[in-house]
Every structure is written in structure tokens, then in C-alpha cells.
């Protein structure tokens, strides 16, 4: 009888008063040992597992909406980045399908074909691209690239200043004619876009580019002006000698004297007692073809 | 005339003694120290970490530039640095007040780290959860006049503990979301204090009127911040339209309405206006417009229903992710007495409100927010198909919030918070949901560590070796990053230290 009367005071309490110190610290303590004992048998390998592929979270996007253009741009983008040209033209392809009003899309598709060795289709992209967004200055950019890779520099240097008169605020441009001037020994042009640079943005200005400033200065016979620029190129990258001496030997493995001897006079223009570029310069002008 | 003649036998007797409401009261104001504390230790054990698309972010806005207060103010105009934009692509997002807090994100990451173990850790996080968690505090005592003030801070601490923002807690990406996650919390106390108060009282006193033109200032602020955020105030402001027709009262309305009508005129005028002039850009409004690619794919509804759905249970102990399902079992049970009680106690009541009128509004702002989160889905479907993500808890962190303020409401327009053993006993519901919430946290930072942020997990913990070589070796080791990595490498070396 005692017992089940004290069976029918718990239920009670348990019903009418679930807020009873005792009862809650049993639960509680039931739960917790219950719950440890779960996790300890169900405990999962301790080994970190492999990491996602991007392009299988990609393809596990394009499953659940495969309307998505943004799905298609970024799977396009993993592959170019992987070297498929081939597979990211396919997305772009689609991307182009859902949405033709965006420029960016005949963008990558143009980028896509140019790496498949299909320039023609590329330029017809681009073309369709600024059809779309005549304002698109960035299209200009990467047709000038592909222009430049197939050694019509003139051509290239006449779309990325049409990039930079479409979008000024994208230094980048202004500081990619400027190197390339100096490259075409247009040193005028070239110390005209740093010192524009310098006076919106001096903060974008970086290690390589107060370099080839300094080198503009130093050909035009500022060497005074030159030196500061050169001081701040070492101060802002000081490995910045020792990597130009690799790139020059590089491409002196390469065969390409002309373009090694260019770099190993960067590097002895920062650094003038760099032992090694001084004697791989050496080297490489012996090997450079006279006129 | 002297004071009362009081007499001998009166000054004896003790002070009248206030019994305290219940014999757990004290279960009430330990409740929210705990969840703070579980916020705090959470903090303790989290490993940092910085999202790769952060570093180039941390550097601009971190490095000064060298022209004084302005110099560092024009930053936030620049809005193409603020969103990492892949160079030269055209996106434009007026996330103003997102790029403010990005500024002081980075500044407290490159000072606090030259001092401290600070890590890679953002300081609006911490800044606007506390500031959430006060508004909900005084939002809960408007909600129900005569709640003492520890009930109130129960309920408004409990949200430091979802999992979605425990998730965030060393995590280094950008401020929009926990903006638009204290600006559910702000909308909430606003729309608390002015569903009594019509126009005519509120002309009458001046320092609420004042108070009055600051909200909805802070409001229109707010709706800068991030989109989740305006589409907030844009379905509060709906939701203010359909019940006013029926309570006569337009001044809800109205403090919704002029935050919204801010954030047009500044993303059409203001914000091309301020870019301009401080960042010499010219905004093309070059955002894709959602509405021009919204498809209704069946796909990705399910996923975004499921996903929501996720985050519904995220927010009460998380056992699908913590594993605890002992602590869920339990919690659930004691949440069911509870709710035995009330319903019991709403059968003796005569003229106890309908439960349709009771769910009905909460139901309301959970389908349009629903829908909100299904265009965003569709504009960035990621967010319901990456697993990491749908765990991360970052997008999802204003709509985990309007879950949790749902059934707050509805808790209280049915009672449950009436007596104050209902209070107690739903204090011990919320600490075993807290507990669950942060269990949750752990495992979803393992889920984390094996998705699309896993080689930035491995890394940043190479990075960090590196960090403490000397000046040469750092050098060499910095050319197997890539830019965005190395830049930053560079940039940390000279401008804080050799620990992160």
C-alpha cells in the first residue's frame, strides 16, 4: 500500500511539480549518464576526415538547382583554375543559356575558349560581352591580355588604355600600362601613370611597381629621383632581389637570354653587389645575339 | 512641524520581508550567467580562424593610409574592397554600415593581437551580441509589463547560446550578418514599445518622441547593413500594414516605413553620392536583380525548407547535431509538462484568446521570412546545398533569432510566463537546451573543418608556424601561399607580430 502510494506521489510530482530540486537533479544526472555513455559508444573516428572537393560541392549545387547561373559560373571557375578549359567552357556555355544579360558570363566564356586554343571564339565572346555592357571595362582587359599573348602588343596596349578610360577608379589597369610601358621603353608615359597613382591611392603602389618607377626614372637620367623609389621597393619586399635572380634563371634555363639579362639588371638595380645576379648577368649577355 | 511620533514597538519590527516568488527563483538569475558563461568558454575553446576571402579585407582596412581619421573613414566608400570583389567584375551592394564595422574589425584584429591572444576573432561579433542581447532584455520587459527583470534577462540570453552564433565565435569573415541579427533584435524592442503607444502620446511626451526619431534613425541605419537586414524591416513593415487595419494604429507602421524609405534614397542617391566623392568609384548598380533570375525550382525549395527547418531545431538543443539526444529527450519532456500546465490552466480560463489569433501573426513573419531566405537561396544557392554551410550558422543567424522571438511570443500570449513556477521550470528547459546548443557548436566546427573552408582550416595552422620563424625564413616559406595569404603574412609580420 506504502508503496504505491509513494509510486503515485512521484507521478504526481512528476506531472504537478516537474520543478522539484530532486527530481531534476535525477533526471538530469540520468540524462548526462545516458548521454556519455551514447557518445562514448557512437564516438566517431578521431581521424580528420578528407576535406570537400570545391567542384563536388559545386556539382552538389548545380543537383539541387540546376537553373543556377552563379552554380555553372563557379563550377566553370575550378576548372579553369584545374586547367580544363574544355569543361569550364561547357558551364560557361549553360550560364550564358540562363542568363545572356550579364556580361560577365561572355566574359569567362571568351577567357574559357581563349585557353582551348580558340582565339576566334574568344573574340567573338568578348564581342558579345560588350554588347551586352559596353561599359564593361574589364572585357577590355582580357582582350588585351589575349592579344598580347599572341605578340600584337600594339593592339593589346590600345585595349587596356580603353580600359582605363571606361573605369578609372581600377588602378590596376594604370599600373599595368605603366609597367608594360616601361617594358616598350615609353618611360615618359610610364613615371606620368605612377605619379597618378601615387597622388589617388599611394597605398596600391607595390614593391614591383616602385621598381620599374624607379627604373623609368633612372632611364630617363632622374637617378636621383630613381634612388628613393628603389629604397622603398627593397623596404616593402626585401626578397624582392633574390626572386628576380630565380625568375632571370628561370628563364635563362629556358633559353630566353634577352628577358634573363632584364631581370638580373632588376635585381642589380635594387641590389648592386647581388653576387649571383651580377655573375648570371655576365653570363647572359655573352649569350644574347648581337645585332 | 517635527516628524511623526513613531513608537517604540514600530521601530522593532523587522522590515516587511519579500518572499521571494518561488523557492528556485535563484534558478532564474543564475540561468542567464550560464549562458553567458557557456558564450565566454565557447570563446575559450574555439580555434580562429580567418576566411580566405577576409585576408585582402584585413589588410586595406587594417593598414592605414596614412591620411588621418578621413583617410580611414574614406575606406568604407570603397565598396569594391569591402566586398572582395573578383577584380573588375561589377557588384555593387550598399552594405555601408557592414564596411564601418569591417574597418573596426580589422583595427581590433591588428591592435588587440600586438597585446593580447586575440586571434583571428571580429569585434562586432562580440559588440552587437551583447547589444542584442540588451535590446531582447528590455524588448521581454515591454513585452509583458510587471516580468521581473530576471525572467527577462533569462529569455534575452538564452540567444547567445544558438549554435549558429557559438559557430561564429572565432570565426573572421564579415560583420552583415550579426548586424542583421541584432537588427531583428532592435526591430523586435521597437515594434515592444510602440504596439501600445499611438501618435497622439507619443507627440504628448517629448523625451519618448525623441527616443522615437533616434529608433527609427538607428533603423534606417540598420538597413544598410546587409540585405537580410532590410528584407527584415520590409516584412515587419507588411506584417505592421495587415494588423493595423485592424488596431488603428499607424505609428508601427510608420517607424518601419521611413527605415525603408531610407534605404531607397541612400542606395539610389546617398550611397553613389558618398562613393563618388570619398572613393572616386561610380556605382553601376551592377548587383545581379534576384527578381530577374527568381525560378521556383522544386530542388532547391525542398532544400531551403529542410534547411530552415534545421535551424528551427538548431536553436533548442540541437540533438541532430550534437548527438545529445538524452538532454533533447529530456528537455522536450520537461517542456511538455510545462505546456500541460499552461494548457490545463487556459481550459479553466473563461475568456482565453483564441489559439489561431495567437499563432497567427508569428506564423505570418516565419512565411514571408521563409520566402525572403528562398530568393536568397536562389540568388546564392551554396547556402542550403553545402553542408558546411547549412551548419556554419552564418547566414542563418537573423532567422534562427525571429524563430527563437516567435515562440517567445507565442509562449507568452498563451501564459507561460505568468506564474513564476512556469518561469523556473522553463529556465531548466532553456539550460538543457543551452547545454545541447553548445555541444552543437563543437561538432559543427568538425563539420567546418571538413568542408570547402578545410585547406584554409590546415593552412592557417602552417600559417601560424610560419609567423614565428625569423624575418628570412618567413620570406621563403610565404611563396607557397597564395596572394591573398601571403599578402596578408607580410602584412601581419610588420604591422602586429609574430603570434596570431
Not at chain 1, 527530481?23 to 549518464?33: D, E, I, K, S, T
Not at chain 2, 570603397?78 to 577584380?87: A, H, I, L, Q
Not at chain 2, 583571428?120 to 559588440?127: E, Y
Not at chain 2, 534562427?400 to 507561460?416: I, N, T
Amino acid at each position: 500500500m506504502s508503496e504505491k502510494l509513494s509510486e503515485r506521489r512521484l507521478i504526481f510530482r512528476l506531472l504537478y511539480r516537474p520543478d522539484s530540486p530532486v527530481l531534476l537533479g535525477l533526471l538530469l544526472a540520468a540524462a548526462l549518464a545516458a548521454d556519455t555513455f551514447l557518445h562514448a559508444v557512437g564516438r566517431p573516428d578521431p581521424r580528420p576526415a578528407p576535406h570537400a572537393d570545391i567542384t563536388a560541392l559545386w556539382e552538389r549545387t548545380l543537383r539541387i538547382a540546376p537553373q543556377s547561373a552563379l552554380a555553372h559560373i563557379n563550377l566553370g571557375r575550378t576548372f579553369l583554375d584545374r586547367g580544363d578549359p574544355d569543361r569550364a567552357r561547357r558551364h560557361f556555355e549553360s550560364a550564358v543559356a540562363i542568363d545572356p544579360h550579364d556580361a560577365t558570363h561572355w566574359m569567362l566564356l571568351g577567357f574559357a575558349r581563349y585557353g582551348m586554343n580558340d582565339p576566334d571564339g574568344a573574340v567573338r565572346a568578348f564581342q558579345e560581352a560588350l554588347r551586352v555592357d559596353p561599359g564593361m571595362a574589364m572585357v577590355h582587359y582580357n582582350w588585351g591580355l589575349l592579344l598580347e599573348r599572341q605578340g600584337r602588343t600594339a593592339e593589346a596596349m590600345d585595349h587596356f588604355r580603353r580600359a582605363e578610360t571606361l573605369d578609372p577608379s581600377i588602378l590596376e589597369f594604370s599600373l599595368l600600362i605603366a609597367e608594360r610601358s616601361v617594358r616598350q621603353k615609353q618611360f615618359r608615359e610610364a613615371v606620368a601613370r605612377y605619379e597618378n597613382v601615387r597622388q589617388k591611392k599611394p597605398e596600391q603602389l607595390g614593391a614591383h611597381d616602385y621598381l620599374h618607377w624607379g627604373l623609368a626614372l633612372g632611364a630617363l637620367g632622374a637617378d636621383a629621383e630613381a634612388r628613393p623609389l628603389l629604397q622603398r621597393a627593397l623596404a616593402l619586399r626585401p626578397t624582392l632581389p633574390d626572386e628576380l635572380n630565380r625568375t632571370g634563371v628561370t628563364l635563362a634555363n629556358q633559353g630566353n637570354w634577352t628577358e634573363a639579362a632584364a631581370c638580373f639588371e632588376k635585381a642589380l638595380a635594387l641590389r648592386p653587389d647581388h653576387p649571383d645576379a651580377l655573375a648570371h648577368r655576365r653570363r647572359a649577355l655573352k649569350k644574347i645575339p648581337k645585332p | 512641524m517635527g516628524p511623526a511620533p513613531t513608537s517604540p514597538d514600530s521601530r522593532r519590527t523587522p522590515p516587511p520581508f519579500r518572499r521571494p516568488e518561488h523557492r528556485f527563483s535563484r534558478l532564474l538569475t543564475l540561468a542567464p550567467i550560464l549562458f553567458l558563461a557557456l558564450f565566454a568558454l565557447d570563446n575559450l575553446r574555439a580555434p580562429t580562424l580567418v576566411h580566405p576571402e577576409a585576408y585582402g579585407r584585413i589588410v586595406f582596412y587594417g593598414t592605414s593610409a596614412g591620411r588621418g581619421l578621413r583617410g580611414e573613414l574614406e575606406k568604407i566608400f570603397d565598396y569594391r574592397k569591402g566586398e572582395s570583389y573578383f577584380f573588375g567584375e561589377k557588384i555593387y551592394r550598399a552594405r555601408l554600415l557592414n564596411y564601418a564595422f569591417d574597418l573596426l574589425d580589422a583595427k581590433s584584429l591588428r591592435f588587440l593581437n600586438a597585446f593580447a591572444p586575440y586571434g583571428a576573432r571580429s569585434a562586432s561579433h562580440f559588440l552587437l551580441t551583447a547589444l542584442a542581447v540588451l535590446s531582447l532584455f528590455f524588448a521581454f520587459k515591454s513585452l509583458r509589463p510587471g516580468l521581473p527583470a530576471s525572467s527577462a534577462a533569462l529569455l534575452a540570453a538564452f540567444p547567445a547560446t544558438f549554435p549558429q552564433l557559438l559557430v561564429q565565435n572565432g570565426f573572421y569573415f564579415r560583420p552583415a550578418k550579426i548586424l542583421s541579427f541584432f537588427t531583428a533584435a532592435f526591430l523586435f524592442l521597437v515594434w515592444t514599445k510602440l504596439r501600445t503607444t499611438d501618435f497622439k502620446r507619443l507627440l504628448q511626451d517629448k523625451k519618448k518622441f525623441i527616443l522615437w526619431l533616434i529608433s527609427v534613425g538607428l533603423l534606417g541605419l540598420l538597413t544598410t547593413a546587409d540585405e537580410q537586414a532590410i528584407v527584415m524591416v520590409a516584412v515587419f513593415l507588411l506584417l505592421m500594414i495587415a494588423v493595423s487595419f485592424r488596431t488603428r494604429n499607424f505609428l508601427p507602421v510608420l517607424s518601419f516605413l521611413l527605415p525603408a524609405l531610407y534605404f531607397a534614397v541612400h542606395t539610389l542617391f546617398i550611397d553613389p553620392w558618398l562613393a563618388a566623392k570619398f572613393a572616386g568609384l561610380k556605382l553601376d548598380g551592377g548587383y545581379p536583380n534576384p527578381l530577374r533570375l527568381f525560378t521556383l525550382a522544386p530542388g532547391l525549395l525542398t532544400a531551403a525548407l529542410s534547411v530552415s527547418l534545421y535551424q528551427l531545431q538548431a536553436v533548442f538543443g540541437d540533438p541532430l547535431d550534437s548527438g545529445r539526444w538524452a538532454l533533447a529527450a529530456l528537455a522536450l519532456a520537461l517542456f511538455l509538462l510545462l505546456g500541460r500546465r499552461v494548457f490545463e490552466n487556459r481550459r479553466r480560463t473563461k475568456n482565453a484568446e483564441p489559439l489561431g489569433d495567437i499563432l497567427r501573426p508569428p506564423l505570418a513573419l516565419l512565411a514571408c521570412l521563409f520566402a525572403a531566405f528562398y530568393a536568397m537561396t536562389v540568388r546564392h544557392p551554396p547556402i542550403v546545398a553545402w553542408p558546411d554551410l547549412t551548419r556554419g550558422g552564418y547566414y542563418y543567424l537573423p532567422l534562427a533569432l525571429c524563430f527563437y522571438l516567435c515562440f517567445v511570443h507565442v509562449l507568452h500570449r498563451l501564459g507561460f510566463l505568468g506564474k513564476p513556477a512556469n518561469r523556473v521550470l522553463l529556465a531548466c528547459v532553456l539550460i538543457l537546451w543551452a547545454v545541447g546548443n553548445f555541444l552543437a557548436a563543437a561538432s559543427a566546427r568538425q563539420v567546418i573543418a571538413t568542408g570547402h573552408l578545410g585547406a584554409a582550416v590546415e593552412l592557417q595552422a602552417r600559417m601560424r608556424k610560419d609567423l614565428a620563424r625569423p624575418v628570412d625564413d618567413l620570406e621563403r616559406a610565404a611563396t607557397s601561399y597564395p596572394p591573398g595569404e601571403r599578402l596578408f603574412l607580410h602584412w601581419y609580420r610588420t604591422h602586429v607580430g609574430k603570434t596570431f
